[in-house]
């Protein structure tokens, strides 16, 4: 199988290098797995993946910090790939991705893959890469949380899932983070080789195979703050009683249920309920990284009335369970208060 890893102005070797290496690493597990890996897997001797990262014009180029990212070849010299990814890329003077030629080429290669029926993905700001080439209008994606505003901005059409940490809709496949070329890699790996060996991957490389959601670690209350609507909502239902149902927020904003229901889909791309169900969780959090209250007090604190239903609601947008966020965000805490008297 064969996977093109595109080159552009700004593009950050690291991740360029990263998620070249994570399919070499793949191969070389099946080529020679560690004793008692692998088990029920079939041997081969030849590899799975062959990698060729390409620029535009086949040149190499140098990435932000000056590094020179060698390339195999330019878009044209590839006839056929399965997958083709972009990754992250530094943000100009503006925060966001550069405009160029070379990204422009990339964006219509990246066309011209998908057309032919290869998996195409992008990591971080590579997202906008696939935004430039049309593939994500109207369809579900994701991109860095710190640039989803932006990302909204520049591509209206696209339908930007606030929060996630992987999308894929019609063999289109986005991630957020500067670090998220190993999820982009993992579940290309998956998409194209299978569970089992996505998971050989995972544990020879040590990741995580299910990557947690970005809302976890993003300010609580972040998207609500690009419009006066959300913000209004966000109050409502941080002070309302247990039971606040999607009717009852539209009356206190003093809109129809339709018309609450058509500007959320439009700002934030979720229901009435869904919006209402995030601002609990995200205030659940802060309560759960307060020392002193149980998880059926943080429940009832946020609206639920059933600690079984929060637990469910809970793990939904997080991908742990209360208690296990607790301990999470403590131990985060524990590392930076760590980190801050080592310097003193």
Known sequence: MRIAILAVDGSLLSAIAGLSDLFWITNQSLRAPPEGVAAGLPDRAD?????????????????????????????????????????????????????????????????TCHRQGALVGAACAG??????AGLLDGRRCTTTWWLHHAFKRRFPKARPVWGTALEEQDGIVTTGGPLSWVDLGLHVIRRLAGAEIAKLAADISVADSLPLPQMIYAPRGFINTTDPLLLRAEQIIRHASPGLTAEGLAQALGLSGRTLHRRLKELTDESPKEFITRVRIETACVLLETPGASVKQVALACGYGEESVFRRAFVQLTGMTPADYRRWSAGRTADNAASRTASI
């Open 47 to 111: 590899p799975l993946f062959t990698i060729a990262i390409v620029s535009a014009d086949g040149k190499p180029l140098r990435d932000p910090q000056g590094r020179l990212i060698s390339v195999d070849g330019a878009f044209r010299d590839l006839d056929r790939c399965d997958a083709a990814l972009a990754t992250g890329m530094a943000l100009g003077a503006d925060r966001l991705p550069p405009a160029s030629a070379s990204i422009t080429q990339g964006a219509a290669w990246m066309r």
């Open 127 to 132: 997202t906008f890469v696939l935004g430039e």
